[in-house]
């Protein structure tokens, strides 16, 4: 089975400012990790994915995350923050069961401060 | 190249009374996945459909069925609503032969139960 957590539902950064936004996942199986975004009144988004091909993924709009197996993390950042990130952020774990079933964590918001 | 469409965008029900929920994948996709996602929470997965058969299915009651159909749209379906099925209901299409599951999520349908 599989689980996500994230650490903090609630984020707020100074812009232009680092952001990191924290997830650990479990897996029975070796996972397939997902950051997506959500705009208020809108669906998510795909920002990032991790497929074990490298273990630093680079997303859109200046995201990247790392894999760390050892500590079964996949924590999301980016080094300088813009207004336009405030958002709703959900890392999300995938694993092949006889078909892909795709959990999200419960999400972290992001507030950027002028 | 059409994204994942949803309808209606958003409704009121009462409770006791059933709705039914319509999303049409992104082209070329033959998977559909459903999500409830409370406010202020992450998407919960419901089921998935595949070649016209429910696949794997989460932990909610059999009030929730659904239906694929062959040109691969699909339907959720809620039968005697409670104040707590009000959430924004999440399709979301892939395509089986993919080997991460990654998923593209339409604007969800935005159920009020009074």
């Known amino acids: 089975a599989q689980s996500v957590t994230q650490l903090g539902s609630h984020v707020s950064v100074s812009e232009g400012a680092l952001v990191l936004l924290r997830c650990n996942y479990s897996?029975?199986?070796?996972?397939?990790l997902f950051w997506y975004v959500q705009y208020p009144n809108q669906g998510l988004q795909l920002l990032l994915k991790?497929?074990?091909?490298?273990?630093l993924v680079k997303g859109i709009n200046g995201f990247e995350a790392e894999f760390k197996k050892s500590e079964t993390s996949f924590h999301l950042t980016k080094p300088s923050a813009h207004m336009s990130d405030a958002a709703e952020y959900f890392c999300a774990v995938s694993a092949n069961t006889g078909g892909f079933k795709t959990i999200f964590g419960a999400g972290t918001r992001l507030f950027v401060k002028a | 190249d059409a994204g994942v469409t949803q309808s209606p965008t958003h409704l009121i029900k009462t409770r006791g009374q059933q709705v039914t929920l319509r999303c049409s994948p992104k082209?070329?996709?033959?998977?559909v996945s459903w999500y409830q996602q409370a406010l202020g929470q992450g998407p919960q997965f419901i089921f998935q459909y595949y070649e016209e058969e429910e696949r794997q299915r989460g932990n909610f009651p059999d009030r929730f069925s659904g239906h694929q159909f062959p040109n691969y749209s699909s339907e959720l379906n809620v039968n005697a609503l409670l104040l707590g099925d009000s959430a924004l209901y999440l399709c979301?299409?892939?395509?089986?032969?993919?080997?991460?599951?990654?998923?593209?999520f339409g604007e969800g349908s935005r159920l009020t139960v009074l």
């Open positions: 897996s029975s199986v070796p996972p397939y």
């Open positions: 979301a299409s892939s395509l089986a032969q993919s080997n991460t599951g990654e998923l593209f």
């Open positions: 082209s070329g996709h033959d998977t």
């Open positions: 991790y497929t074990s091909a490298a273990t």
